[in-house]
Structures are given as structure tokens and as C-alpha cells.
């Protein structure tokens, strides 16, 4: 174990090795499909199947895939530093599944600032569940009111939920990190970029992997231009000093 603090802050571009398309890349959804009809309350109200249908064949995808080396690097590093948080805003379960040496990250280690996919949840109400293994069918119902259950994810309009807001400041105000990794995100909400800001605070690390440049190039102290399951595991050695 190391006296390392790390925030480290992943995006789409960590699961695109693992066969999950990112939004805003080469084959990314927003490329051929409209946000709007499909990631917004009011697509849910306008269409709710289609939107069902939508986030059931992203969670048939998802299930199928594996963890890639860059999730099992960031497992490893989760274990090795004595103050780690992960912010996703995957709301796939892969960085949940990476295992480093029979371990898995610990869940109070990780937040998914945009939800899971795997969760249903009621429209109106606080009744959800988890789907991880197999999907209902139609729309469901809500057990608990009967309204509409909807994925358990953050569309577009939608504030973020409060409870991961809150682990991370509260990770913030214990004061700036050695390293922060700022991995395969377009980084383009303000929330990603001032977290990782305040972060680094005045002398902290700001490392970026992603093949491309992003709104946070500029302030990184080093951007490594490589997909991440090819760069973190060497990477993450070096903050290691393995
Ligand atoms: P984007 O699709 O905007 O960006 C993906 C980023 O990953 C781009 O900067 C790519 O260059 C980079 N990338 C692609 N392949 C990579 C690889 N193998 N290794 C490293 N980087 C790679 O995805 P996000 O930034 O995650 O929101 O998008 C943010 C949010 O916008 C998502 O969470 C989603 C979306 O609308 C909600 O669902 C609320």
C-alpha cells in the first residue's frame, strides 16, 4: 500500500476496448442516434418502449462483455493507495467486475455519477431493482405506486442524483490528490472538469489518457495519446513504482 491519493475519473472511453460503443467517438451512439428521442424524461413520456428497447439492447451488450486490462489496472490501483475514489460516468458495471488479484474494487471506493444501467427504478416513486442478469419485459410496472419503472440512469435535463454528488465532495474537502487520471472522457460537463480541477489543487498530477485532446488537455500535467488497456497497466506500474 501506498501514501498515495488518487482521484481517478473515467468515461466511455475505458469500455470502448471492451466492445461498448462510447457517444461522442468514431461509432459513438450520438453519432447516428438522437439524444433526444431516447435519453430525456420527455422521450420516456413521448415513447417509453423505445426507449426500453433501446437500454435493453445496451444491457444485452454489457452482460456480454469483459472487463479490459485498462478496468483490472484501475482495480489494482483502487487497492494499493491508501486514499482512492473512482467517479465514472459509465453506467455500465465493468469497472465493477475488474478483478486485480482475485479482489474487486470496493463498492465505497466508486461512483457512478450518471447511475447504473442496471438499475430499474420507479418514475415517480423510490421503489427500484436491480436487473443484472436478466431483463423484464414490456414497461414495467411499479409494484409499490404502478407508475412507469424507468432505467436507473441520468438523461439529459435530469440533475445528478445527490448521494454520489456527495462522496465526492466529500473526498474533495479532505484536501488535493497526488495523482488524478482523467481517463477516456470527452470531459465536456462542467462538473467532470471543475472535480478534476480542484483536484489536483496547486501541485497535484494531472494525467490524461485518451487518443484524443479534450477540454482538460490544456491543464494536464501529462496526456498519454494511447487507448486506456494499452496505457494503464504501464501506467499504473509507474505510480506504483513497481
Ligand atoms: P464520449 O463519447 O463523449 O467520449 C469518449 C472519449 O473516449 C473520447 O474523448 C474518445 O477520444 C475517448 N476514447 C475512445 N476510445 C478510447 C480508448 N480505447 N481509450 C481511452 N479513451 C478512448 O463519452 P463520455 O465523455 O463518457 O451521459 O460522455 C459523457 C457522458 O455523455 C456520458 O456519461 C453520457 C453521455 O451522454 C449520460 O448518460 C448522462
Same mark, same amino acid.
Given at each position: ?68 486490462? $485498462?478496468? /483490472?489496472?484501475?482495480?489494482? *490501483?483502487?487497492?494499493?493507495?491508501? !486514499?482512492?475514489? @473512482?467517479?465514472?460516468? +459509465?453506467? #455500465? ?96 460537463? $462542467?462538473? /467532470?472538469?471543475?472535480?478534476? *480541477?480542484?483536484?489536483?489543487?496547486? !501541485?497535484?498530477? @494531472?494525467?490524461?489518457? +485518451?487518443? #484524443? ?30
Amino acid at each position: 500500500m501506498l501514501n498515495l491519493r488518487v482521484l481517478v475519473i473515467t468515461g466511455a472511453g475505458i469500455s470502448a476496448e471492451s466492445g461498448i460503443p462510447t457517444f461522442r467517438g468514431k461509432g459513438g451512439y450520438w453519432r447516428n442516434l438522437d439524444p433526444a428521442k431516447l435519453a430525456t424524461p420527455e422521450a420516456f413520456a413521448r415513447d417509453p418502449q423505445l426507449v426500453w428497447d433501446w437500454y435493453r439492447e445496451r444491457r444485452t451488450k454489457i452482460r456480454e462483455a469483459e472487463p479490459n486490462d $485498462g478496468h /483490472i489496472a484501475i482495480t489494482r *490501483l483502487s487497492k494499493q493507495s491508501s !486514499d482512492f475514489l @473512482l467517479v465514472t460516468q +459509465n453506467v #455500465d458495471d465493468l469497472h465493477r467486475r475488474a478483478e486485480h488479484d482475485g479482489t474487486l474494487i470496493s463498492p465505497d471506493q466508486m461512483v457512478q455519477i450518471h447511475g447504473d444501467i442496471f438499475l430499474t427504478r420507479c418514475s415517480r416513486c423510490d421503489h427500484a431493482y436491480g436487473e443484472a442478469d436478466a431483463d423484464s419485459t414490456g414497461i414495467p410496472r411499479c409494484s409499490a405506486c404502478g407508475a412507469m419503472m424507468r432505467p436507473g440512469v441520468v438523461w439529459f435535463g435530469e440533475s445528478l442524483n445527490l448521494q454520489p454528488i456527495q462522496v465526492v465532495e466529500n473526498y474533495l474537502s479532505k484536501g488535493p490528490c497526488d495523482v488524478v487520471l482523467v481517463i477516456g472522457t470527452t470531459a465536456m460537463f $462542467g462538473y /467532470i472538469v471543475d472535480w478534476a *480541477l480542484r483536484a489536483i489543487g496547486d !501541485d497535484g498530477r @494531472l494525467i490524461e489518457i +485518451n487518443p #484524443d485532446t479534450t477540454s482538460l488537455t490544456g491543464f494536464a500535467t501529462q496526456s498519454v495519446r494511447k487507448p486506456a488497456g494499452e496505457a494503464l497497466p504501464d501506467l499504473v506500474n509507474e505510480l506504483l513504482g513497481a
